[in-house]
């Protein structure tokens, strides 16, 4: 899958529902998803799926690639994502 039209076609025919329906089911995943990453602490949990969360991740120095130059790169928050181990399984 590429992008997110594929992602939609794919559950659009999965679930047997129009390609708006699933627009509109993947668009309120994400949006509810979001919404819930920037309360305090916020987590999504999806039993055997797996989670996303928040982590911050540090101020640190790093490197320029063109010039090599030390440039300093803020703290910032960012989303992880631990598959479950149902999906871990299934890739395998």
Do not use: C, W, Y
């Not at 076609?9 to 529902?17: D, N, R, V």
């Not at 090599?68 to 598959?83: L, P, S, T, W």
């Amino acid at each position: 899958m590429a992008n997110k039209a594929e992602l939609i076609e794919a559950i659009a025919g999965a679930a047997g529902l129009s390609k708006a329906d699933a627009k509109k089911a993947l668009d309120a995943f994400v949006s509810v998803t979001t919404a819930e990453l920037k309360k305090k602490d916020g987590r999504v949990s999806l039993v055997g799926f797996g989670s996303f969360s928040v982590s911050k991740r540090e101020a640190r120095t790093g490197r320029n690639p063109q010039t090599g130059k030390e440039i300093k790169i803020a703290a910032k928050n960012v989303v992880r994502f631990k598959a479950g181990s149902e999906l871990s399984d299934a890739v395998k």
